[in-house]
C-alpha cells in the first residue's frame, strides 16, 4: 500500500493546531517524569524557552517554589512526598489511574517572580509506541479562585453589617412593643377607640419588625458559620408534642386544629432542642397561615430506617408548581396570600433548610395549588440505634 506522506503531514498540522488552540495547558511527560512535548498554552503560562522544556523535569519547568527555594530537583525536595500532582503522575503511570480536575495550589516561579497560583489539573496514562507517557491538562484557575475570594470576603462583610443592624436596631423596636402593649393594657380607658386601634397597628407592626430583625439575625449568624448548635439526646416524639401544644393555642384562634401522629419506633435523637423548635414553629406557623379555618393541620414523625422524618401536612392554599423550586431561599415569597393576613418575611424556610442541613439532615416539601402542602424534614438516627 503507497503511502501518503501528505495526509500524514496535513493530519499531523491539523492535531498541532488543535492543540496549540485549545484553552489548557497540555503537556506529556515520560516515565523519568520529563517533559517530552507540550502546547503554546504551556509555553505562555510558564514562559520558558523551548530548550529549558523538553527532557526538563516538569516541577522544575514549571518553576514549583519548592524545587526552586531548597535548590533540588522535582522527586527530591521535602515536599514532592505531599505534592498531589506528582503522587497523580506516578499512580498515571504505575496503576493506570486517571485523576480529573484536582486542584493544585502553589508557589510557581514564573521569570523569577513567586507567584501563588491555583491549577486544575487532569492526569491521565497513554501509550506512545512502547512508551508508558502521562499526558497531563492544567487549566490556571487562579483569577477565578481570587474572584471567589473577594466575593467571600463582600459576603462576611455583609453578613457582619446585617448582624450589626439587626443587633442594633432590636432593642429600640422592643420598647416601641413594650410600650405600646403597656400603654394599651393599663391606660386603655384614657383612649378613644380610633387611638387604641393605632396602637394596636403600632404593637403588631414592631412585633413584625422584631421578628424580622431576628431572622436577620439568624440569618447573618449561619452565614458567617457561627450557627452553633448545642445537641443533646431527648425523645424526639415528646419534644415535637410540647412544640405543637404552644402552636395550638395561635392555630385555635383560626379555628384550626393540630394534630399529632407518631409511627414506628421512634428512638432518641441527638438535637439542639432550641434551634429544632425554631424550625418546627416556622413549619406549623406557615401551615397555620395558609390554611383556611375549619381545616386541620397533621403532623407526623415516622422512623424511615437510618433517619426520623417529620411532616406537617396541611389542608391549604398550596403552592403554584413553578414557585417551589426557590422557596427555601433567602427573603423569597410566593404569590399565595396568607389567608388572615398574615406578614411573611421569607427568612424562615431558609433558616429552617440551614439548621436541618447542620443536624446532618433534609427538607423539602410536596405542595399542590388549591390542596395543601407537605414540608417534611429529616434527623439521623445515631449510628448505633440505626444498626
Ligand atoms: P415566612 O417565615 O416569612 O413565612 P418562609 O420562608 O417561612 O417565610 O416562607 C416563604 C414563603 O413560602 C411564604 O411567604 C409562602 O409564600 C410560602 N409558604 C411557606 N409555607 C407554606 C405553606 N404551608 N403553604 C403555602 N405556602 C407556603
Redesign the pocket.
Known amino acids: 500500500m503507497a503511502f501518503d506522506l501528505d495526509r500524514l503531514r496535513e493530519s499531523k498540522d491539523f492535531l498541532s493546531t488543535l492543540l496549540n488552540n485549545i484553552t489548557s495547558a497540555i503537556f506529556i511527560v515520560d516515565e523519568a517524569v520529563r517533559i517530552q512535548t507540550f502546547n503554546d498554552v504551556f509555553r505562555a503560562l510558564f514562559q520558558r524557552p523551548e530548550d529549558q522544556v523538553l527532557g526538563e523535569l516538569c516541577g522544575n519547568v514549571l518553576g514549583c517554589a519548592y524545587a526552586v527555594e531548597e535548590g533540588k530537583d522535582c522527586g527530591q525536595t521535602s515536599c514532592c512526598h505531599a505534592c498531589g500532582l506528582r503522587q497523580s503522575v506516578l499512580k498515571a503511570l504505575t496503576e493506570d489511574v486517571f485523576t480529573y480536575r484536582a486542584p493544585l495550589t502553589r508557589d510557581f516561579y514564573v521569570q523569577g517572580t513567586r507567584i501563588l497560583k491555583h491549577f486544575q489539573y487532569t492526569v491521565k496514562s497513554i501509550l506512545y509506541g512502547d512508551a508508558r507517557m502521562v499526558l497531563l491538562i492544567l487549566d490556571d484557575v487562579t483569577q477565578i479562585e481570587e474572584q471567589k475570594k473577594t466575593l467571600e470576603e463582600l459576603n462576611n462583610l455583609k453578613n457582619r453589617f446585617l448582624g450589626i443592624a439587626a443587633h442594633d436596631l432590636r432593642s429600640p423596636a422592643s420598647v416601641i412593643e413594650m410600650n405600646s402593649n403597656f400603654l394599651l393594657n393599663y391606660g386603655a380607658e384614657n383612649f378613644t377607640g380610633q387611638q387604641a386601634e393605632l396602637l394596636t397597628i403600632i404593637g403588631e407592626r414592631s412585633r413584625f419588625i422584631l421578628k424580622l430583625l431576628e431572622?436577620l439575625l439568624d440569618v447573618a449568624k449561619i452565614e458567617s458559620g457561627k450557627l452553633q448548635l448545642n445537641k443533646t439526646k431527648n425523645r424526639y416524639p415528646d419534644f415535637v408534642a410540647k412544640t405543637l401544644a404552644l402552636n395550638r393555642i395561635i392555630a385555635e384562634r383560626k379555628g384550626i386544629r393540630i394534630d399529632l401522629s407518631v409511627r414506628g419506633d421512634v428512638p432518641e435523637l441527638m438535637f439542639d432542642k432550641n434551634k429544632m423548635e425554631q424550625v418546627l414553629n416556622?413549619?406549623i406557623?406557615?401551615?397555620v397561615?395558609?390554611s383556611e379555618p375549619g381545616t386541620a393541620v397533621l403532623v407526623e414523625v415516622v422512623r424511615e430506617g437510618p433517619v426520623v422524618t417529620t411532616k406537617?401536612i396541611?389542608r391549604?392554599?398550596?403552592?403554584p408548581a413553578g414557585e417551589v423550586p426557590a422557596?427555601f431561599q433567602e427573603f423569597?415569597?410566593?404569590s399565595?396570600d396568607a389567608t388572615g393576613g398574615e406578614?411573611?418575611?421569607?427568612?424562615?424556610?431558609?433558616i429552617?433548610k440551614k439548621i436541618v442541613k447542620g443536624h446532618g439532615g433534609e427538607i423539602g416539601v410536596a405542595?399542590e395549588e388549591g390542596k395543601g402542602?407537605t414540608?417534611y424534614f429529616s434527623l439521623p438516627v445515631d449510628k448505633e440505634q440505626a444498626t
Open positions: 431572622d416556622n413549619l406557623g406557615n401551615a397561615k395558609y406537617v396541611d391549604g392554599k398550596g403552592i422557596i423569597h415569597r410566593t399565595v406578614k411573611s418575611t421569607g427568612l424562615g424556610l431558609a429552617a405542595s402542602s414540608f
